[in-house]
């Protein structure tokens, strides 16, 4: 789907680049392959994600051609496969950016922007660092270095999707097993933190 829109709107200016939060390269390249026309890059050290407040993906920024963010972090789907799971109506998000690129209709000012864009916590950066000491030793082969700092960075931010499912391809979990639903149980009895926009969000109960 995101391919299908860069079709769509690339005459009118925009491009999509899509960012690969993974540390396993072949992985990426698997799946880079179903969208030739799309730029992808691989981002292991989560720079993107830092520098942009992304707790969770998929997730989209929107960024002018002044380079001004436009709109934060925000779950966004590219279709609604995970519809049930993560009540999130994708169209919602399609529809908006649709507004922007072709009409330049924004429905967040600046100061909603600015308001929406958290600052990481002392202790989120130093989680933050840890996983990236973690990436490094890994690469190294020190897989028991590589858990100890995991460890410190899951200790240190529990609820970050980023580092908690994140990380979980490292220590040989399955993102999509157990342990992950494990995780979004906790993360829900949370509050959900982390989720201060969500676009097409649908309440659904049962």
């Known amino acids: 789907m995101w391919q299908q829109l860069q079709q769509e709107l690339g005459p009118h200016g925009l491009s999509i680049i899509a960012v690969a939060i993974d540390s396993d390269?072949?992985?990426?390249?698997?799946?880079?392959?179903?969208?030739?026309e799309l730029t992808v890059v691989i981002d292991r050290e989560y720079t993107v994600a830092e520098?942009?407040?992304?707790?969770?993906?998929?997730?989209?920024?929107?960024?002018?051609?002044?380079?001004?963010?436009?709109?934060?972090?925000?779950?966004?789907?590219?279709?609604?496969?995970?519809?049930?799971?993560?009540?999130?109506?994708?169209?919602?998000?399609?529809?908006?950016?649709?507004?922007?690129v072709m009409n330049?209709?924004?429905?967040?000012?600046?100061?909603t922007v600015a308001s929406l864009m958290e600052r990481p916590s002392p202790?989120?950066?130093?989680?933050?660092?840890?996983?990236?000491?973690?990436?490094?030793?890994?690469?190294r082969g020190d897989m028991d270095g590589a858990g100890i700092h995991l460890a410190a960075a899951t200790a240190l931010a529990p609820n970050d999707w980023v580092i908690r499912r994140g990380s979980m391809p490292m220590t040989g979990v399955d993102p999509f097993g157990a342990e992950f639903f494990s995780f979004v149980e906790e993360w829900?009895?949370?509050?959900?933190?982390?989720?201060?926009?969500?676009?097409?969000?649908e309440d659904i109960t049962g």
């Open 188 to 201: 829900m009895a949370a509050g959900s933190p982390g989720y201060r926009l969500r676009t097409g969000r």
């Open 25 to 36: 390269v072949d992985a990426v390249r698997e799946w880079a392959a179903h969208a030739p």
């Open 104 to 111: 330049d209709e924004r429905d967040l000012d600046d100061g």
């Open 123 to 139: 202790e989120l950066q130093l989680a933050r660092l840890h996983r990236r000491i973690a990436v490094l030793l890994h690469d």
């Open 51 to 100: 520098r942009y407040g992304i707790v969770n993906v998929p997730a989209t920024v929107w960024i002018d051609e002044d380079g001004h963010i436009v709109r934060p972090a925000d779950t966004a789907m590219g279709d609604d496969r995970f519809r049930a799971f993560a009540h999130v109506d994708s169209s919602v998000h399609h529809t908006l950016l649709r507004k922007w």
